[in-house]
């Protein structure tokens, strides 16, 4: 694979090359030497492997639930057209103009602009381009060192491939959704192989990633690069102002000049607005964004291409009020095709309809306008094609390669040697992103995704010891793929602006320039490593403010929801139990027997919650104050086990091969075969040897602490449960009371509806109604029996109409019960009721709520951004 890519060969066609090349040597080699095609083939043979390519790359295309990559040629238009139309050179200049007095001013205006073009083209190659063609020159006439020109240009170029939306994140995302999938796999095998319970629980899983997850997750880590490059040419333009001096151009500021920024930053900003907006809000998925995007960019394509000529905004204008329009039916109607009844919702649905046409229309007065211009629209579609049709060939192949790859046990081999190495998951962490980096010195950045991605994820995302969450690793590896683009001799932003650059500025020039950003961007790597919130805490706000947002019961989120709560319930344990105390003294009498127990129950395990509290968090310090010590320890014994198991596979191929004696072996490698169990068998025993002698004892120890933490945490919840579940109950079913008498008359009609077999069979569909409303009402169980049992005397062919008669008056008479109980409760009871209900509810009550309330959730948000240690359970 090397080989070809690096004499030139296509890419796309070197992955599969590469792969059936080796293959069919390999078949060849087995079927000349032992008879076997298999015979070199860890998993399987080339049938296999065949079949295995074929599966993935079907995956890549046909898998409905993976349809994420449609996004890569909806975002890759998007930004073709915003650099085709100009609009980019409008806000460099702009930009440029405004930032001259700044020291540094052109520099900073460039890292700017590369930042909003890298939120709206994410294609690092016009960006580069554009900016080394309009900016450039500006920047070396004013005096600026040809490094740090350069430099800043080629690396603010490359802030596409980690700001949102970018094709790199789009990739990873489909390679890290299959890691996840095999992650969570392997973990539950060492769980089961750790503790020997067939189930892990599922807080303990590889949490799954998505691209708006990725998106956001990618904000901050950007942010951090952004502002470390400005401060970076912000100070040497400071401490050496003779390498980035303020520009001399006497251009005043006036409205002219703030009318020509306002015009140039609000287009591209709106459609950041729309695209990340609509994804981080839940408001559109990640294809609908791209289709946003890329329709956005045709509009304002339209209107800039025709700057200067009559009518140049009038697309652009209709496209905005079709919006606002449609907006504001959205806002105020309910507009559903199926649901038109009345004169009304046909109106809404017309208006619509017209607005939808209207911004229809206006779309393709945009794109005929870039069509007529220079065929435009027709290069960037052609261009689109090409760059999909590059990455999804380089897909494919790659899903040939990476399937020989493993049947020839590669990913073992790699698996085994990360794991052999020290520091356990950070050694292995480093040592991937130093090869990924190093990669980079060759290899594009699709390469590396679809080529190590789906070898070295697994490994890492399986490592109990840190935890960390798949959104993270995805960043991190995009963050260092990043410097791919700047690192020589084939860092393609360095191509980029070779060709641009003027005859003075030399390779060297470009070369030494891009180092300090290459460091830059090597610190951002180390900061949010350290960090790891800063990718993790958006993507958990948004998650838990969003409408389809985790319940408190979430296994995941009890340990964040519990520190919160902990901390709450000692600080305000004096007003808590004094609000348990004033709901015990009141009067319950009105209510049912069951229910009045009930609560009377729910208040003494509201007093409980303290106890067990205390119990909880003292079981947990246990279990933590161990931790230190015994991690080393377990680290050891983990690793040992895990040679242990190496040996084992080996011995059993050897016995197939014993076992196949007479048949395809022959009975002297049989013989073999027995002498090499015997030497692994010994070589196994030797490797338990080194397993200490107290391993035994404080094993068993620990997981005695960790089974008593588990108890106590388990209590604890059930006690809070059993606190606010019957108060809950009690509230909801109280003021359903209002429910009930809206249905009143309806019920109280039923029985004087039956007075012939006719009026009978009229009377089931009524009956059937009020049986439905009843449904969604706490504690009516008896009245809808009794309204069932009624529904089926009518319905016999000789229907006993005083039977049934009887059955609806009981249910009438249960009904009134019902109402007279709760009315009195509404008055007398339901207050005091709810006053209790607010002050527990987001303590004791938190788990019972429908979600987490706002306040809660931000600090849930900012609890689960960290990595969780759960490496003593395995």
């Known amino acids: 694979m090397l080989g070809a890519i690096a004499s030139g060969f296509p890419v796309a066609f070197a992955l599969p090359g590469a792969a059936i090349i080796t293959i069919g040597m390999a078949a060849f080699s087995g079927f000349l030497f032992t008879g076997s095609v298999d015979a070199f083939f860890v998993h399987g043979g080339p049938s296999i492997w065949l079949s295995t390519g074929v599966t993935n790359s079907r995956g890549i295309y046909w ?102 939306p970018s094709i790199i994140l789009l990739i990873l995302v489909d390679q890290l959704t299959a890691a996840v999938s095999k992650a969570n796999a392997d973990r539950r095998a060492l769980y089961k192989i750790s503790n020997g319970e067939l189930s892990m629980p599922s807080e303990f899983d590889v949490l799954s990633v998505s691209a708006g997850d990725l998106f956001m997750g990618a904000v901050f880590p950007g942010l951090t690069i952004v502002m470390l490059y400005m401060l970076f040419v912000f100070g040497l333009a400071l401490f050496r102002p003779g390498l980035a001096p303020k520009s001399f151009d006497k251009g005043k500021y006036d409205w002219t000049l703030l009318v020509r920024v306002f015009s140039a930053l609000v287009p591209p900003l709106t459609l950041i607005l729309l695209v990340l907006g609509s994804i981080i809000t839940g408001v559109a998925t990640v294809n609908q964004a791209g289709a946003i995007g890329a329709g956005g960019a045709i509009i304002m394509a339209g209107y800039r291409l025709h700057r200067g000529k009559s009518g140049a905004y009038r697309p652009a204008a209709l496209a905005l009020l079709a919006m606002l329009a449609i907006g504001l039916l959205l806002e105020f109607f309910d507009i559903n095709l199926r649901k038109i009844n009345t004169s009304k919702d046909v109106i809404v649905a017309v208006l619509a309809a017209v607005s939808m046409g209207v911004l229809i229309f206006s779309l393709c007065w945009s794109g005929w306008r870039t069509l007529k211009t220079d065929r435009i629209l027709e290069s960037v579609v052609l261009e689109t094609a090409k760059t999909t049709s590059m990455i999804f060939a380089i897909l494919l192949g790659a899903a040939m390669l990476t399937a020989a790859f493993r049947a020839f046990g590669g990913e073992i081999l790699v698996k085994d040697f990360l794991q052999s190495m020290p520091g356990g998951f950070w050694g292995q962490f480093t040592f991937v992103m130093l090869i990924m980096f190093i990669l980079g010195f060759y290899l594009d950045f699709v390469e590396i995704t679809v080529v190590v991605v789906p070898i070295v994820a697994p490994i890492l995302l399986t490592d109990p010891s840190a935890n960390v969450t798949a959104v993270w690793l995805g960043v991190m590896m995009c963050m260092i793929m990043q410097t791919s683009f700047l690192t020589p001799p084939f860092g393609f932003a360095l191509f980029y602006l070779r060709g641009v650059a003027p005859k003075g500025v030399r390779t060297t020039d470009i070369y030494k320039g891009v180092i300090p950003f290459i460091g830059l961007q090597l610190l951002a790597l180390v900061i949010v490593g350290a960090y790891p919130s800063l990718v993790n805490y958006l993507p958990s706000r948004v998650s838990f403010f969003s409408k389809t947002a985790p319940p408190p019961t979430n296994p995941r989120l009890q340990s964040c929801i519990e520190q919160f709560v902990f901390k709450q319930l000692d600080k305000r344990s004096a007003s808590i139990r004094q609000a348990i105390n004033k709901a015990r003294a009141l009067d319950l009498q009105t209510l049912p027997e069951q229910m009045r127990d009930d609560l009377r129950q729910s208040f003494d395990r509201a007093e409980q919650v303290f106890a067990l509290m205390k119990a909880a968090r003292e079981a947990e310090r246990a279990v933590s104050d161990e931790a230190p010590s015994h991690r080393p320890l377990l680290n050891d014994v983990r690793i040992i086990e895990r040679n242990a198991r190496r040996i084992d596979k080996k011995i059993a191929e050897q016995k197939v091969i014993v076992s196949r004696v007479g048949g395809v072996v022959s009975k002297n490698t049989g013989q073999n075969a027995l002498a090499r169990i015997e030497s692994l068998t010994a070589q196994r025993n030797l490797v338990l040897g080194g397993i200490p002698d107290n391993w035994t004892a404080e094993n068993n120890r620990i997981s005695s602490k960790l089974k008593d933490s588990d108890r106590a945490i388990r209590r604890y919840r059930r006690t809070v449960d059993d606190a606010y579940e019957p108060l809950a109950e009690a509230i909801a079913t109280i003021t359903a009371v209002k429910l009930l008498k809206n249905l009143k008359n309806d019920l109280h009609a039923l029985p004087s509806l039956i007075d012939t077999t006719q009026s009978a069979g009229a009377s089931v569909s009524r009956i059937t109604s009020i049986h439905s409303s009843l449904s969604g009402i706490r504690g009516v169980g008896s009245v809808r029996r009794e309204l069932r049992a009624a529904r089926k005397i009518l319905r016999k062919k000789q229907p006993d109409l005083d039977l049934a008669r009887a059955s609806l008056e009981s249910a009438v008479a249960q009904f009134e019960t019902e109402i007279r109980w709760r009315s009195r409760a509404s008055r007398e009871l339901l207050p005091g009721l709810k006053t209790y209900d607010t002050i527990i509810a987001d303590t004791i009550g938190v788990r019972g709520q429908s979600r987490l309330p706002d306040h809660i959730a931000l600090e849930i948000a900012g609890c689960s951004a960290k990595f969780r240690d759960i490496y003593l359970n395995f």
């Open 63 to 164: 898998v409905i639930e993976q349809d994420i990559l449609i996004a890569i040629p909806l975002f890759v238009l998007m930004g073709l057209m915003l650099q085709r139309s100009k609009i980019a050179e409008d806000l460099l200049m702009a930009m440029a103009r405004l930032m001259r007095p700044v020291p540094g001013g052109m520099a900073v205006s460039v890292i700017f602009v590369g930042t909003l073009l890298a939120a709206t083209t994410g294609i690092v190659g016009a960006t580069v381009v554009s900016m080394g063609m309009i900016s450039l020159p500006v920047m070396l006439k004013n005096g600026y060192s040809k490094s740090l020109a350069t430099g800043t240009i080629a690396a603010s170029g490359t802030l596409g491939q980690i700001i949102p």
